[in-house]
């Protein structure tokens, strides 16, 4: 059986907790004790007290942080991030749709389109989230009108293409009445799609869509000694290798010799693509955390300037050009600056904004980031785990931004 | 690819994470599935060498014979460094007065047992058992959870945590908590067991034990439970579906011998596992939350 990580966005009241109630009590994932614990009042069990693990969440009704649920079908295992509503709350939502295989917007089909809904679809942008489910809710309440769904799928459809967002699928349901979640109902016989279930069972995770003729990409996460021999931990990020080929140290360009490979408990004789690995390598090689190894010379950027996309994730402090960062990429670390923020994102229009001097949290914006030293890097596009990472603050140590490499 | 080979991937990736930030990181080991099933995990992580972590255990005094058992052969059996401190001994040390109850809970000293232990050993990161779906205040915490000076959990400003990018950094004084197997579910911790054959206490299979009957609950009798004239005594044949201390977790009805049966039963059980076995969130909603905030695990 497979996985399927997806996140669940919406607005607030959207009907997001009410949806994640629904699935997991329409696949028999809601056990007697947890049921009962979530009658709150005359109305019987309320689906959305489910989802809300805090206690200021509970009280407030809303969601604050990323809280995980986990269920299953026959098809399919599933974890869920869900993702609070709240605007304030957009640092929260990047972090639950980092991993995921489909982010799942909901949209109040009474309350239409709203400026929520587009900082999904910009976090969406941002991490380049291989599937878009769009499930307009509470259908119900507009007497399941075709019409309705037509024109907000129209709308959402020119936003995606302006962001260059995948063709997301749209799915008109009730969440509180159960049309379209795990069966279709007889409430709307104009729609033909597969209900949202079906869909999420169906949809290809991303797991499935590596492309495995890639250049290879040795991360190294941790280095032992043991004796004279040196055994290198870390993830097969990408591209495949066997015993026979000679590794290459990406910043000096030097020819290394594999003696063993170790993947679980056994050497073997090849590795592949997501692979945790550990090497063994002959001769007086020494290398550290962060280092990359691959196969092919200059198949890896090399540099001390890098254009990302940035995501600004704190609240207390807005982007500074004159402040000293660092930055990580995997393992790698180097200190940074900001040497140039080209635009930042309209979260309205999604027009790029120029002549900027900073962003704040929740934006989204274009910059060249200057290393002190050299760090090897890739397109997000080409390789993630190589394309992608954080800016660190030097005195707090908090995660305050994510990128990734255009 | 299987969920099983995901979800072991990523607890590996995490633990090499740990090993390669922290300066002295340890593994917490109650004898528990979860914990042990963290340690064939440390152990695969680090293969052909064996696992860099130390292990500790916050002993409260109420444990189960097998449980300790069990620890002490896994430890031996596996050349790992086993560290106890124990609750007895805060207890001494501060001069505490336990308050007499019928099932004296620990659970708020074990806290202050780890926290002191952190400081005594300089331990930076402390790796554990838990998972999001044992309870909904864990649901919400990140892989990577920071503590604060005092120990606590600050749920509402918990860190970005994208894709597998752990950030360990801290300052002065605070202290990291790391949940590898974060992302598993009861059921996968058991098909897992099965698939790896991992050895586990033999209080999770079926065995006769005499009980005392609490709140409709099983307490199995013991030097640590005060037993009353009109408590209701039974020998029933039970297991564990969680294992704690024998004060706080209850022990439930069943006949499953073999890994089989036992996930056979959790598939049909109508209750989670921390509803049907343990003792100490039955207070509040917020109970876990409560605990958390305090220092607890
Ligand atoms: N009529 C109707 N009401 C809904 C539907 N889904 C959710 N609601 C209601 O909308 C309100 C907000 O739902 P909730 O799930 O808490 O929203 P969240 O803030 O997005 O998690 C609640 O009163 C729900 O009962 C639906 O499909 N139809």
Redesign the interface.
Known sequence: ???LRFTTAGSVDDGKSTLIGRLLHDTGNI????AL?VITDDKGLNLAYIT?????E?EGGIT???????F?TDKR?F?ISDAPGHFQYT??L??GA??VDVMTILIDAVNGITAQTKRHLLAAWFLKVPHVAIAVNKMDVVGYSEDGFNSIKTDMVNYCKTLGLPMPAFIPVSALKGDNVSIAGQNMPWYTGETLLGYLENVTPV??MTDINEGVRFAI??V?H?DDAC?Y???LISGAINNKVSLIDVKKSKNLQLKRI?V??N?VQQANT???I?LELGGDNIFK?GDVLTTVADDMIISNRLKVIICW?DETQGLDMNHKY?L?I??QEEYCMLHQLEWKKDSGDFKKIRGVSSLSVNEFGCAVIETEAVIAYDSYERI??TG???L?DIE????IA?FTIV | MDYLKTLEAEAIFILRETAAQFKNPVLLFSGGKDSTVLIHLAQKAFYPLSTPFKVLHVDTGHNFDEALTFRDSLVAQNNLELIVRRVEDTVRKYNIEESIQKLPSRNALQALTLTDAIKELHIDACIGGGRRDEEKARAKERIFSIRDVDGKWLPYDQRPELWNVYNGKMNRGENMRVFPISNWTEMDIWHYIKQEQVEIASLYFAHNRKCLIYNDRLIALSEFVNVSDDDKIVTETVRYRTVGDMTCTAAVRSKANTIDEVIREIAVSNTTERGETRIDDQVSDAAMEDRKLKGYF
């Open positions: 059986m497979d996985l056990k007697e004790d947890t614990s809300d693990g805090l206690r200021l509970r604050i942080d990323i809280g995980y649920k986990y299953h295992k974890i640092k929260n990047v972090t980092s991993n797991a499935f996460q941790y032992m043991e055994y931990y870390g993830k170790f679980d408990m050497e997501g692979d945790n550990c955390r994730l660092l990580r995997n393992g993630k785990e992608r990472g954080v660190i707090s140590n908090k995660t994510a």
